[in-house]
């Protein structure tokens, strides 16, 4: 070997050593200057899922120094709940934050915030939200198929909306109702003597316009933001199920973040979840103030069928969930929270 191709070959195995050299420190900086966009989806607008979403997406902004990007989707505008969902385990949607009952295909025990009487006041809600032994369930329901939940919440209690008004349990007989997709609602409107048909948001006021439906059941934030009043103008204040909320973020893409990334992200959702509950509260009050001064009607039924509509549904989480063991011990674990939590509403 001659001189000349000696040097050569130290000099090109020092430059490699120096490159390899600096390399290695520039990962980390590398990964803690790179930005990520987190899509969040939701069925409403201007409405309480989208309100925790800014809440959510503006402190994440604010906490990784602008590495997180959030942008909104309200509207359903990303596709139905269907696909929303879909699209948050395959990772083209980041945040999804909709009704858990509609992740039941996912995994059933999704439903289980859905069924009738579990909760009494929108504050005994929220206390079951943020219930340690709830967290933990729900949280971790659907992380083997993409999902990673990070936020449980009360939006409100449901309502009912038709075109011609339930004033008396006997109108419930013989309706085609609306209904989240969840077998608990379903019994507890089919014991009401209702037809329960599960549909996405994005299609009941159409449904609804063209008689294919005569009612539906979700909240009042939708009926009046969503301006179901061109096609009903009555909304009976029935208070079951109440109507609770959880964030799923992409599995795919929450793993492929760096770590201090995700800690940041469990964080601040569990601070979201908290922060966006009197929020909620002054919204649904706000928004039955609207609903009626738009011409819009806000019934209750008197309180001794108000009472016997409770008896009616008293049983109908256990009848659901009795012949399927994980099921049951989901409900169970939800029904002995709003149990133990009921004082102090």
């Not at 929108?122 to 329901?141: C, F, N, T, Y």
């Not at 063991?325 to 929270?337: G, R, S």
Request: glycine share 8%.
């Amino acid at each position: 070997m001659s001189v000349v191709t000696h040097v050569l070959m130290r000099d090109a195995a020092l430059c490699g050593a120096l490159v390899l050299a600096l390399a290695l420190p520039l990962g980390p900086a590398q990964a803690q200057s790179e930005s990520y966009v987190m899509k969040f989806s939701t069925p409403t607008v201007n409405d309480v899922p989208d309100q925790f979403s800014k809440l959510l997406g503006t402190a994440l902004e604010k906490d990784s120094g602008g590495r997180i990007k959030p942008e909104y989707f309200p509207a359903s505008q990303l596709g139905s709940m269907p696909r929303q969902i879909e699209g948050t385990q395959f990772g083209a949607i980041q945040c999804d934050v909709i009704p858990p009952e509609f992740f039941s295909g996912v995994d059933e025990r999704f439903g289980v915030m859905a069924a009738p009487g579990l909760v009494d006041s929108e504050g005994h809600g929220q206390r079951i939200a943020a219930d340690p032994a709830v967290l933990k369930l729900m949280l971790s329901l659907g992380a083997d198929k993409g999902l990673h939940g990070v936020a449980l919440f009360m939006a409100e209690p449901s309502a009912l909306l038709t075109k011609t008004g339930v004033r008396q349990l006997d109108d419930f007989k013989g309706k085609k109702l609306r209904i989240f997709a969840s077998q608990f609602q379903s019994m507890g409107f089919e014991r009401l003597g209702a037809t329960p048909v599960a549909m996405s948001l994005g299609d009941v006021l159409p449904a609804i316009q063209q008689g294919a439906i005569d009612g539906a059941i979700s909240g009042v934030g939708p009926y009046t933001h969503m301006h179901f009043i061109d096609a009903a103008k009555y909304i009976t204040l029935t208070n079951q199920p109440a109507i609770f909320l959880i964030a799923e973020v992409s599995k795919k893409w929450y793993d492929a973040l760096p770590k201090d990334l995700q800690a940041l992200i469990d964080k601040d959702a569990a601070a979201a979840a908290i922060a966006v509950n009197p929020w909620a509260a002054n919204f649904r009050k706000s928004n039955e103030l609207l609903w009626t001064s738009s011409g819009g009607e806000l019934i209750k039924l008197p309180a001794d069928q108000q009472a016997s509509m409770m008896k009616t549904l008293a049983s109908v989480g256990a009848d659901v969930s009795k012949a399927k063991p994980e099921l049951a011990a989901a409900y169970k674990t939800v029904a002995d929270a709003a149990q133990r939590l009921i004082q102090g509403n």
